[in-house]
């Protein structure tokens, strides 16, 4: 069993759809969580970090942790064509040098 | 805020050659660096990290090797490339203190 379980997708929404992702992990040590956003052919870029459990909101992005479940989840309002790309999760335990990602969704908004 | 260079963005070698893929970082000092590899539609596979000046951990035995020469210099090397060497690189930094770490804009070698 990987440590962070992520659904590859494709994932294809209409513009304008709510778009939501989900990460599973089976290390309850896991205090940092994190979603990327990755471009093809592009290097990942941070769009979402939270530490513990909770809510985070940055405009159309909603970032929710569920420690009691090992459950994160990414949720992106008004979804629009730029918001095609691939969403990877990544989380880490404290005074850990390195973080577990997920495998990374696909998604595709249409036009 | 930290910004990472990394280059080339795009690389063509043969089978046997040698290989250097460098990475520098501005805006910080004494960062963790990472190397990672990502293949065709598959995650990041974290090759080698540095916590300092000549220190690296490898997190996998393979044809690759790192070296940190400098406090923001990460430098990812091979005597002789294999096809399966193929992939996406990124170098990453920083995870000190705040817990986040940041890629730069990758490599794409392709060997043939």
């Known amino acids: ?111 | 805020s930290q910004t990472i260079h990394q280059w080339p963005a795009t690389l063509v070698q043969p089978v046997g050659s040698p290989l250097s893929l460098e990475c520098t970082v501005e805006g910080t000092s004494n960062p963790n660096l990472y190397w990672y590899r990502q293949a065709a539609g598959r995650g990041l596979q974290l090759l080698f990290y540095s916590v300092g000046i000549g220190q690296i951990s490898s997190e996998v035995p393979q044809n690759l090797s790192a070296s940190r020469p400098q406090d923001r210099q990460f430098i990812l090397s091979s005597k002789k490339l294999l096809l399966s060497d193929s992939g996406f690189y990124l170098c990453a930094c920083c995870k000190e203190g705040n817990e986040k770490l940041f890629f730069g804009s990758g490599t794409q070698l392709s060997v043939l």
């Open chain 1, 1 to 111: 069993q990987k440590e962070v379980e992520q659904d590859p997708g494709p994932l294809s929404v209409p513009e304008g759809a709510i778009v939501s992702l989900n990460c599973t992990y089976s290390n309850s040590a896991f205090q940092y969580f994190m979603w990327y956003r990755q471009y093809s052919r592009k290097g990942p870029e941070l769009l979402m970090y939270t530490y513990s459990s909770g809510n985070k909101e940055d405009g159309r992005f909603t970032a929710q942790v569920d420690k009691s479940s090992k459950y994160i989840s990414l949720f992106i309002r008004d979804s629009q064509p730029s918001d095609s790309a691939t969403y990877l999760c990544a989380m880490s335990r404290s005074n850990d040098y390195k973080l577990s990602f997920g495998a990374g969704t696909t998604v595709t908004v249409r036009a």
